[in-house]
Every structure is written in C-alpha cells, then in structure tokens.
C-alpha cells in the first residue's frame, strides 16, 4: 500500500524562526509534489519536484527531493504569519500525505 | 481563481436524496480528480478520470457514482448517503505529460447529510 507520511502534524512556532517539514514515502517516485491549503478554502500549487536532487524556492520557502532516501522537505526560512497554511505533499498518482498544519505566531 | 469550478459550494441533504455535484475546467486539462477531505481524514482521492475514461476507483462506495461526459465537466451522483459522508469533497484537473502532472484545485463543495 502506497503510503505518504508529514511530520510533524501540527507546527507552532515562531515569527522569524527556520523550520523543516519532513515528507516520507512508500514507493519508488520520481516526482513529489507540495500544495498549501488555507482554512476553508482549496488546494494550492507550491511546488513540482521533478528529479532526485531537485531543490526550488519560493520566497521563504524551499523544497527539495531525495528519491533515493524517499523524502522530500519543506524548509521554511525565517517565518512570517502570512505563511500559516495547512502544506501537503503527494506523489503520483496524487497521494497525499496527512497535511501539516503550521501556525506562525507574532 | 484556479480555472477548476465547483457547484454548489454548499450542499445539505437527507439520506434519502439525489443529488448531484458538478465540477467544470478550462484549462485544456485532460485528466479530472475527485476527492475526499474531511476533518479525520487526510485527502482521499476517489476517483480519477484520464481522457474521460475512468482509471482509479479507490474502493468507494457505490452511492457515489462519477460521470465525466466531456473532458471539461466531471460530476458526483450522490445517493442514499450516510452521515459519516459529509465532507469536503474537490474536484481537481490537470494535463498530464512526461514532465509533469500539476494538479489545479477547485474550491471544493461541502457537503453535509443529515
């Protein structure tokens, strides 16, 4: 059974601190995905990860995918409140993982 | 606005009711999603339409019932639901190629059966 496991679930931290959410999965994939989701509303495209190595950025937010290790992270650089969001990540064929709700506190 | 349109946004109905979802894109997308989210839950992919031909059906039971008569319009028949059902369910689309298959999310429409 295909399987996508977030840590952590919930994440309080801080304005300005680092963080790192970490994505592990079950299966060979050559490809991960991260999409944000605000309260009540739907899913957001952040980032395709196409191949092992990948790595890109998006302001304070920076993704990376190790195939072989089947992990994928989202690091967050310097947090501001506006990045406080529910962030998923799925492999193909669209499975998600169980969401990590993060909570920027002033 | 992600191109992927989702009515009704809200929808409440009875056990014993028919009722139907609708899910529209225009993105020239050639692949259509449904899922699950609800609050025990994480996202459940449901059902997956590929060139209007029905790949994926995760186990799911047969009061929901998908139709997807064109590659831009997807429906849920709901029928005889359960409590438990409520949800959010999103429709999403996306192209697939070889170098990718970003998937484009609609608002989603909540659905509460009573």
């Known amino acids: 059974e295909l399987k996508v496991e977030q840590n952590p679930l919930f994440l309080s931290m801080q304005e300005g601190k680092n963080y790192t959410i970490y994505c592990n999965y079950s299966?060979?994939?050559?490809?991960l995905y991260w999409y944000r989701q605000d309260p009540g509303k739907s899913l957001e495209s952040l980032f395709v990860?196409?191949?092992?190595?990948a790595v890109k950025q998006e302001g304070r937010l920076m993704a990376s995918l190790d195939t072989k290790a089947r992990l994928s992270t989202l690091h967050i650089t310097a947090a501001v409140h506006d990045l406080s969001a529910t962030y998923f990540c799925?492999?193909?064929?669209?499975?998600f993982g169980k969401g990590t709700r993060l909570h920027i506190l002033p | 606005e992600t191109g992927v349109t989702q009515t009704p946004r809200h929808l409440v109905m009875g056990m014993t009711n028919k009722k139907s979802l609708k899910c529209e894109q225009h993105?020239?997308?050639?692949?259509m999603y449904w899922y699950k989210q609800s609050a025990k839950k994480p996202l459940e992919l449901m059902f997956v339409y590929s060139l209007e031909e029905r790949v994926e059906n995760n186990s799911v039971p047969s009061r929901f019932s998908p139709e997807c008569p064109n590659s831009s319009h997807l429906f849920l028949h709901l029928h005889t639901l359960q409590p438990e059902d409520s949800a959010l369910y999103l429709c999403?689309?996306?192209?697939?190629?070889?170098?990718?298959?970003?998937?484009?999310f609609g608002e989603g429409s909540w659905l509460t059966v009573v």
């Open positions: 993105l020239g997308h050639n692949a």
């Open positions: 999403a689309s996306s192209l697939l190629t070889e170098w990718g298959n970003t998937i484009y």
């Open positions: 990860l196409l191949s092992n190595g």
């Open positions: 299966t060979t994939s050559d490809r």
């Open positions: 799925a492999v193909p064929k669209i499975i």
